[in-house]
């Protein structure tokens, strides 16, 4: 019967002892879990922020974008308006100065008569004349 009694108690001893223990290991698990849960929230919130910076950079860089891309288009159409009015300009100024130039007065006549003034390179001769 002691021993019994003996038996009993020891169970009873080692049963308390690994409940003891089995509760502080539960006790060191939750407070990791906690500390990463902790963790895991405050590196949450910042990648939160960080998307939000984000999305409002990349708002502004597509208004940018957009504002760019209107004035390219603006300056292109400009630019090639400016363009034809050059050409035209300068289409209107040929038509003008070739015509004075060989103005009535001076139809038929040579360089020579007028100070021999030839283009380099040629002799001011006719050709075709004897």
């Excluded at 760019?68 to 038509?95: E, G, R």
Aim: aromatic share 4%.
């Amino acid at each position: 019967m002691e021993e019994q009694v003996l038996t009993r108690v020891r169970r009873k001893i080692r049963n308390k002892k690994s409940a003891q223990e089995s509760r502080r290991k539960k006790k060191v698990y939750l407070g990791g879990l906690e500390s990463r849960v902790l963790k895991y929230t405050a590196q949450n919130l910042e990648l939160q922020n960080k998307v939000q910076l984000l999305e409002e950079q990349n708002l502004s860089l597509l208004d940018q974008l957009r504002r760019l891309q209107a004035m390219v288009i603006q300056v292109s159409d400009k630019t090639s308006s400016t363009s034809t009015c050059v050409l035209v300009l300068l289409f209107s100024f040929c038509l003008l100065i070739v015509p004075a130039m060989y103005s009535s007065d001076t139809r038929g006549s040579l360089p020579a008569e007028h100070g021999d003034h030839w283009p380099s390179g040629t002799t001011g001769q006719r050709t075709g004349q004897t």
